[in-house]
Structure formats: structure tokens, C-alpha cells
């Protein structure tokens, strides 16, 4: 039963399976829904850092279609891989740079975040996607927690986690597909 399991591993959730991939984009669609319904259900207006959060969200969506069209071979499948774990290595940044203006959002001396979104002039989401890129709340207004944990740190987890995956997964992806399909089937 065990044997059966780690093969099943081995051919469905490394980077060379497509189902890997599947599972990514999954988790973007979820991670996106969930800001959509902070934002929309729960009337929780996302800052300008939220923005970029949710941006850096997209590229996990982005990465996971690259690695489910393109994931057989070395190079593209180290492609979608790096895009996954600069766009967790990024968010990582911004969260806790966001996580920043929560602890310091009673000090009046203290650095606030911008109000209106700052992306490059070839890649607007703002514009293009109001509804989901526009900025319309404030930073520093923690006033959702679960488990005692802020939103922000929540999301501060979230990418940790994603970061160390996507790494292991970068040193995953330089093995070559036949090297899989050869410990799965002779291994055990």
C-alpha cells in the first residue's frame, strides 16, 4: 500500500505532472476567491498593499497554465517553477512590509502606504481590473483575525509556505522526466 502511494507521488505531484500544476492553479483560483470575498462579502476594502499581495497571487495562476501546457521538458518546466517562487519571494516582501503598517498604523509619525496603485505603465492592472486591482481601502486596518493571526500574516504564511515548496520544487525540476518514470516504476 505504501509502495502504491509513493508512486502515485512520484507521477502525479512533482513538477513534471500536469496534476501538480492543476493543483497550483486551484490554489490560486482559491486564494483569489478569498480576497474577492474579503473584499466584496465581508465589505473589507483592499489597500494598495493588498493589491500587489493579489497580484503576486496571479502569477501562481500565471506560472501553474505555463506548467500545465509546457511540463515534460527541463527548461520549461523551470520556467513556470522560477515564476512561482519570485512571485512568493515577492509577496513575501510586500506582506511584510504590509505587516509594517499594521503594527504601526497608531503612530502618527509613522511611514503609511501609498493610495493609489503603482504598476508599470505596460502592465496596469488597476486599470484593466478595477474590481479586483483597484485600490479602495486604507493600510494598517487589521480588522479581520482567525486564530488570532491578521489577514496579513496569514498571507505572510502563505507565501512562506509557497516559497519553500516552489524551491524544492526548482531543484525537482532539474531532474529529467525519465529519471521519474524509472524510480517510480523499478524502485519498489
Same mark, same amino acid.
Given at each position: 500500500?505504501? +509502495? +502504491?502511494?509513493?508512486?502515485?507521488? $512520484?507521477?502525479?505531484?512533482? *513538477?513534471?505532472?500536469? $496534476?501538480?500544476?492543476?493543483? #497550483?492553479?486551484?490554489?490560486?483560483?482559491?486564494?483569489?476567491?478569498?480576497?474577492?470575498?474579503?473584499?466584496?462579502?465581508?465589505?473589507?476594502? *483592499?489597500? &494598495?498593499?493588498? $493589491?500587489?499581495?493579489?497580484?503576486?497571487?496571479?502569477?501562481?495562476?500565471?506560472?501553474? =497554465?505555463?506548467?500545465? #501546457? @509546457?511540463?515534460?521538458? =527541463?527548461?520549461?518546466?523551470?520556467? %513556470?517553477? !522560477? =515564476?512561482?517562487?519570485?512571485?512568493?519571494?515577492?509577496?513575501?516582501?510586500?506582506?511584510?512590509? @504590509?505587516?509594517?503598517?499594521?503594527?504601526?498604523?497608531?503612530?502618527? /509619525?509613522?511611514?503609511?502606504?501609498? #493610495?493609489? !496603485?503603482?504598476? %508599470?505603465?505596460?502592465? +496596469? #492592472?488597476?486599470?484593466?481590473? %478595477?474590481?479586483?486591482?483597484? *485600490?479602495?481601502?486604507?493600510?494598517?486596518?487589521?480588522?479581520?483575525?482567525? !486564530?488570532?493571526?491578521?489577514?496579513?500574516?496569514? &498571507?505572510? &504564511?502563505?507565501? &512562506?509556505?509557497?516559497?519553500? $515548496?516552489?524551491?524544492?520544487?526548482?531543484?525537482?525540476?532539474?531532474? *529529467?522526466?525519465? +529519471?521519474?518514470? /524509472?524510480?517510480?516504476? @523499478?524502485?519498489?
Amino acid at each position: 500500500m505504501i +509502495k +502504491k502511494l509513493l508512486v502515485l507521488i $512520484v507521477r502525479f505531484f512533482f *513538477p513534471h505532472s500536469r $496534476v501538480f500544476w492543476l493543483l #497550483l492553479f486551484l490554489g490560486f483560483m482559491f486564494y483569489e476567491a478569498c480576497g474577492l470575498y474579503f473584499q466584496y462579502v465581508l465589505k473589507l476594502n *483592499p489597500c &494598495i498593499e493588498c $493589491v500587489y499581495e493579489r497580484a503576486c497571487f496571479m502569477f501562481f495562476g500565471v506560472a501553474a =497554465i505555463f506548467g500545465m #501546457l @509546457h511540463c515534460k521538458n =527541463i527548461i520549461t518546466r523551470l520556467i %513556470p517553477t !522560477a =515564476i512561482w517562487a519570485v512571485s512568493s519571494g515577492w509577496g513575501l516582501l510586500i506582506a511584510l512590509e @504590509h505587516r509594517g503598517y499594521e503594527l504601526t498604523r497608531d503612530d502618527p /509619525f509613522a511611514a503609511s502606504c501609498g #493610495l493609489v !496603485a503603482n504598476f %508599470p505603465s505596460w502592465f +496596469k #492592472l488597476d486599470v484593466w481590473l %478595477p474590481a479586483v486591482f483597484a *485600490p479602495t481601502g486604507i493600510c494598517g486596518d487589521a480588522t479581520w483575525s482567525f !486564530a488570532g493571526l491578521t489577514m496579513v500574516q496569514w &498571507i505572510i &504564511i502563505i507565501y &512562506i509556505c509557497n516559497l519553500a $515548496v516552489a524551491g524544492l520544487f526548482i531543484l525537482l525540476s532539474l531532474i *529529467p522526466q525519465s +529519471k521519474y518514470d /524509472f524510480w517510480a516504476s @523499478h524502485r519498489y
